[in-house]
């Protein structure tokens, strides 16, 4: 038995319900949502559980977790993976698969995702082929995984070929974005989170990414706003979610900013010290609303707005700004060509016709694309 | 492009429709669906496809799916796997769904399962999970996997925990049941499948039962009476698989046999020169029957007359016919508190109150099982 220990909630979490029918689940949000989740855990009617996390967030914050399934009467049993994307592999999920069989872990019962993006997909697709199926809760410690990866239902890891190419929809039973958690994580990591939130403005509410404008150093800072920018980014992700659960249409908008940033993490190979994940998001956002632009869809002092907020808050927003260099536009349009929204053989990008107006186009040309890319390298050479 | 060379069909093929909404999906049975699946392939749409095979199945039956496939306007690309239970792991798993990613298989392309159960279930399970789900085509080649395992949607691996511990429900959007293709499988293989078939009448079909009984011959030898009985088994397990997809509930009803069947092929260490899972079953069938009528559910001419006919066919019948022994009552035991249907430490059985009137009990005590297995393990014993 682990003595109970978990801080007391500053005030109710924010609930958004994610609406999909016999997959419907909550997401709990604000301060002290994990202390305050005990309830809604022992609910489920589980029996046992077993965390996943990695070694950095574990002695973080294991102790808090397991005191929460202990009080919600769970038999509560821990793995950890390596911290990083390189965990995101099969050597893993068989390592977590059958420490979960181990544990005795059965269709009912709970796997518990606590970690950044790499521990939710992780886990989440361990619980999503365990037994064809096991129910699981996401505790995302980071905040993009707060805001993006551990609600929607998307798991997998990566494979030589690219990243996120194996995995499966698997809808998480409760996710718990306690954002207490986030004051200590590093700066870098706080700001690369970042650029997924302000994402959903650009997407589609003009008036959040004006909010953003105006309130992204209190978001940073820890107060409300960040409680505010997540709960924003939770409802916008789960309505889209909701509409397209699979992707075959209208969720596809959530990959504003990601065809260019897929490419560049490909191009740095994945190595977090040149580039994460939302830095690249970041630089990607920029290049969809220029490359808008440049196709006459946008007015060019909209793709400078973004640009200015972006590099506004200390985050890269060009290629010139990839660390250890980009390349070069044809190594980045073949890195696009290997992505998974390709089909058929045509490129499919998110591109804008303002702040908020976004829109999928299945069927951009590569030589477009290619010509804008070597514009946008030609300014990344110093003069 | 290969040249076509596939078979005329002799008849237009038996379609059994699997209505699942949006999963829907046909399964095509009888001597030359395969030459006659042709047009249903061209309709699904896809650009390519990825044979997925084993070494013993491709030399026979590969160039006749690649004709099929070619006339049907599509890419083919194949892999095979070794022959055999041991490749239902996550090595072979990672190797079939890199082969597939290098062979640009996309979310509306045919991976195609030409095999029996085991390839039938990795190359499902490769396709569930690629891009977190691609279409497949099963095209069972043994009497098994025609009657069974291509039918429902189960895909998965092995786990040192268990058999398909590891997995996805992830439906065919074809089933393409050739029954000449059964023409060249060992006499031991085919009558392993048929105790599959005799299950659909145990379950819940006295009259395809004593179908059964009269034409089990004919069924061996090739005529339209194995057309008939595949039929008959594909839609008395599809009616089952649309009434619970995911098996909360009826589904559980296809399992009868099988608690035994697990536990012996565990006990086997799933050796297939002692046991197959057919004949595990056959045992299985056997024994579920001599349960209930201990049990006093069932009456005992009843459990004696399935015990005649599983035994009349050159089927085990009886734990004394396990090669190379069955270990004991309760090793037997140990092995079904591991087997996945075990829901919060009960054991769950499917039980019978005479042939075709069976149910699902899922709080059957341990000392009433042990107890039944020390009897049927006393006969065993040469007096």
Known sequence: MIPVDVHSPASSP????????????????GRG?????TERI???????????SDGHVLPRHGEALEAVLAQAGLRVATITVPPGEGSKNYAELERVSNALLDAKIERRDLVVALGGG????????????LRRGVRFVQVPTSLLAQVDSSVG??????APAGKNLIGAFHQPALVVADTALLDTLP????????AEIVKY????????????????????AGGPERDHAVAVSCRAKAAVVVEDEREEGRRQLLNLGHTFAHALERIVAYDGARLVHGEAVAIGLVLAYRFSAQLGLCPGQDAERVRRHVAGLGLPSSLAEVPGGFGSPEAILDAMAQDKKVKAGRLTFILARGIGESFVQDDVAADDVLAFLRQAAAEAVPA
């Open 187 to 194: 700066e870098r990591e706080l700001r690369a989170g970042y």
């Open 201 to 220: 403005g650009l997407i589609d509410d003009r008036a959040f990414f004006e909010w953003c404008e105006a309130n992204a150093a209190r978001v940073f």
């Open 153 to 158: 239902g998307k798991t997998g890891i990566n």
């Open 118 to 129: 790499v521990v939710g997909d992780l886990a989440g697709f361990a619980a999503a082929i």
């Open 14 to 29: 924010t609930v958004v319900h994610v609406p999909l029918g016999e997959r419907a689940y909550d997401i709990l949000i």
């Open 33 to 37: 949502a994990l202390a305050a989740s």
């Open 42 to 52: 022992a609910a489920l009617g589980a029996r046992s559980a077993m965390i996943v």
